[in-house]
Nanobody, 122 residues
């Protein structure tokens, strides 16, 4: 199983970035998908998850209204559109797959991607 994340980079505060995660060797439509992030010296934290059919989405309070998670099961891909970025959004972002629940935690993750760095300058 491989989850290949891309789209990270350096952006100024208030800007936007779009992350993508392409899955391979995974029955993609059977998995709930999500994004987590980890800043230096901090625990990995939940950002957003989406149910396997895309009908339900969940967001951390810190990103609600600014980030949008979506998926395309035909392309085996999950996306995270990030708008109005803030310096505190700086972290390595990981995509994740889980069979447990549409609203899953890091400990309920079955597969992790390799991470993509997002840096927001003030």
């Amino acid at each position: 199983v491989q989850l290949q994340a891309s789209g990270g980079g350096l952006v100024q505060a208030g800007g936007s970035l779009s992350l993508s995660c392409a899955a391979s060797q995974l029955t993609f439509g059977a998995y709930h998908m999500g994004w987590f992030r980890q800043a230096p010296g901090k625990e990995r934290e939940f950002v957003a998850t989406i149910s396997k059919n895309g009908g339900n989405t969940y967001y951390a309070n810190s990103v609600k209204g600014r980030f949008t998670i979506s998926r395309d099961n035909a392309k085996n891909s999950v996306y995270l559109q990030m708008n109005t970025l803030k310096p505190e959004d700086t972290a390595v972002y990981y995509c994740a797959a889980s069979l447990w629940s549409p609203f899953f935690s890091a400990t309920q993750t079955d597969y992790w991607g390799q991470g993509t760095q997002v840096t927001v300058s003030s």
